[in-house]
């Protein structure tokens, strides 16, 4: 069992609508990200979260720190949101690893 | 254009060919990484450079040589590698200090095909 589980695996939606995806991890974190990366395979880094929540235009990240969970939602969904998922969390014992889900890939339909 | 550049895009190699991967970044940061992403796996971290010090080797094998000769640019040299290690090859910048140091910047990737 990996030590960050995302959820879930594929989501396909339509245009519109409201997406969540889930993050549970089993390990002590300093820190979470939520990276995108797009079918040519680059990586944008979405937020760095160590509690609460963070909003950026659409989309909005939330940490519960004493669950060990996460949640990025994206609101209005459309096409151009396409793309895979990560999240990543910063071990406290780990120096600087991070250790990845295995990603969401997402897919929004017209 | 996150500022980090990766080149080549894309390489295809023998298994007794030398080849190297180049990653450049003019953002400031001091903290520098190499991930391999293959096909349905998540990221895997493979080193790490702090003021062009290695500062972590994932237990990677010896056919991948990485070298920071300053802090804007590494390379991962690569020599007999296995069709395995066909994957992409992710370089990473941040700018490092303290326990919850800061967003990582990625370059686009260098896929790679070892035949």
């Known amino acids: 069992k990996n030590e960050v589980e995302q959820s879930p695996q594929n989501l396909t939606a339509q245009e519109g609508e409201f997406i969540t995806i889930n993050c549970s991890y089993s390990?002590?974190?300093?820190?979470l990200h939520w990276l995108q990366q797009h079918p040519g395979g680059g990586i944008v880094s979405l937020f760095m979260l160590s509690s609460g929540k963070k909003k950026h235009g659409r989309l909005i990240a939330t940490i519960n720190i004493q669950e060990k969970h996460s949640s990025l939602h994206i609101t209005a969904s459309h096409p151009r949101d396409s793309a895979v998922y990560i999240c990543?969390?910063?071990?406290?014992?780990?120096?600087?690893?991070?250790?990845f889900g295995q990603g969401t890939r997402m897919t929004i339909n017209p | 254009e996150t500022g980090v550049t990766q080149t080549p895009r894309h390489l295809v190699m023998g298994m007794t060919n030398k080849k190297s991967l180049k990653c450049e970044q003019h953002?400031?940061?001091?903290?520098m990484y190499w991930y391999k992403q293959s096909a349905k796996k998540p990221l895997e971290l493979m080193f790490v450079y702090n003021f062009k010090e290695q500062t972590e080797n994932n237990s990677v094998p010896s056919r991948f040589s990485p070298e920071c000769p300053n802090s804007s640019h590494l390379f991962l040299h690569l020599h007999t590698l296995q069709p395995e290690d066909s994957a992409l090859y992710l370089c990473?910048?941040?700018?490092?200090?303290?326990?919850?140091?800061?967003?990582?910047?990625f370059g686009e990737g260098s896929r790679l095909t070892v035949l």
């Open positions: 990473a910048s941040q700018k490092a200090g303290g326990p919850n140091t800061g967003e990582l910047f």
């Open positions: 953002l400031g940061h001091n903290a």
């Open positions: 990543a969390v910063k071990v406290i014992q780990g120096a600087q690893k991070l250790v």
């Open positions: 390990v002590g974190i300093s820190a």
